[in-house]
């Protein structure tokens, strides 16, 4: 399996819970980059809103060479 250096940015509480704003990765997949969000656990990282390349994903999403990912907190509030 080819695995991708992978740009990844955190925007909201998934920020302040990883700790982290950015970080670089290796994937090949959209679920094998979810389990190595800092501090985040898999079931809150499959909450989280995901785009890559600026373009909302599905969960079996392959990456290519160069792509860029947006993690998100999805909106809360009341």
Partial sequence: MVMYVIKVSLYGVIRLQAGISHFESTASTLSELKE????????EADDLIVLV????????YKF???????????AGGG
């Fill in 36 to 43: 190595k969000i800092p501090n985040v656990s898999r079931k």
């Fill in 53 to 60: 390349n600026g373009t909302a994903v599905k969960k079996k």
């Fill in 64 to 74: 290519k060479d160069g792509d860029e990912v947006v993690f998100m907190s999805p």
